[in-house]
């Protein structure tokens, strides 16, 4: 198992870039690499965008950003409010938007949504990141659910079980208008990240996987 570093000097703050098509995508499927990243590299900076969310899912959005960010030195949280379900309907909308979050300071790092997952929002907005961060580390993360589109993710973030909980716990504690959906249960996540870190080794049982489809060497 190769190991990949963020930026050239390990321990260096990172501008990070999250993009979510609903309030806790992000969290799902990057939760515990950014609880990682911001404890292991001090300084770091996020922006943190979520495409899609009513008053109550954005009140969500944005105490569990605030929750996971909390060991960022500075942070940048957006939520807008595109009709959940209809990204094909906004997609010029929604480019727009994409578009203006590249015009800004690169980020050392983005996070967001695979370009093959099932989920019509969640499908768009990878496409359109990866059409505007072409010469970025982008890693697309998964969302586990009905569809079962999980796929062969190729870049693996062991994570300890200290980190894990709290993702989960978080996850938890924040979205409580999902609590009723039958998947989103901490069964759900921990089995993932079981699964992710058998794949990968991850000293401690637990792992996030990731899509990385260019690299350089």
């Known amino acids: 198992m190769r190991r990949v570093a963020v930026g050239d000097d390990p321990h260096a703050p990172l501008r990070i870039l999250c993009l979510g098509a609903h309030s806790d995508d992000i969290e799902i499927g990057a939760g515990g690499t950014i609880l990682r990243l911001l ?24 105490a569990s950003a605030a929750a996971f960010l909390s060991d960022a030195a500075s942070t940048d949280v957006a ?10 309907d906004a997609w010029a909308a929604i480019k727009r938007e994409v578009a203006q979050l590249g015009q800004e300071a690169p980020p050392d790092l983005v996070l967001t949504h695979r370009r093959d997952d099932l989920h019509q929002d969640h499908r768009i907005l990878g496409e359109l990141a990866w059409n505007t961060f072409r010469d ?3 890693l697309e993360y ?11 993710p190729n870049l693996f973030v062991p994570l300890s079980a200290t980190t894990a909980t709290r993702k989960v716990e978080l996850l938890m504690a924040h979205f409580g208008t999902q609590r009723h959906r039958g998947w989103f249960r901490p069964q759900t996540f921990d089995g993932l990240m079981a699964l992710r870190a058998v794949e990968c080794n ?3 049982g637990a792992a996030e996987a990731f899509h990385a489809r260019k690299l350089t060497m």
């Open 39 to 62: 404890e292991e590299r001090p300084g770091s900076t996020v922006r943190w965008v979520v495409f899609s969310a009513d008053d109550q899912r954005e009140a969500e959005a944005r």
């Open 79 to 88: 939520v807008h409010r595109f009709a959940e379900n209809h990204f094909p």
């Open 136 to 138: 970025h580390l982008l």
């Open 142 to 152: 998964e969302i586990p659910k009905y569809e079962g589109d999980l796929g062969h």
């Open 202 to 204: 991850a000293p401690e």
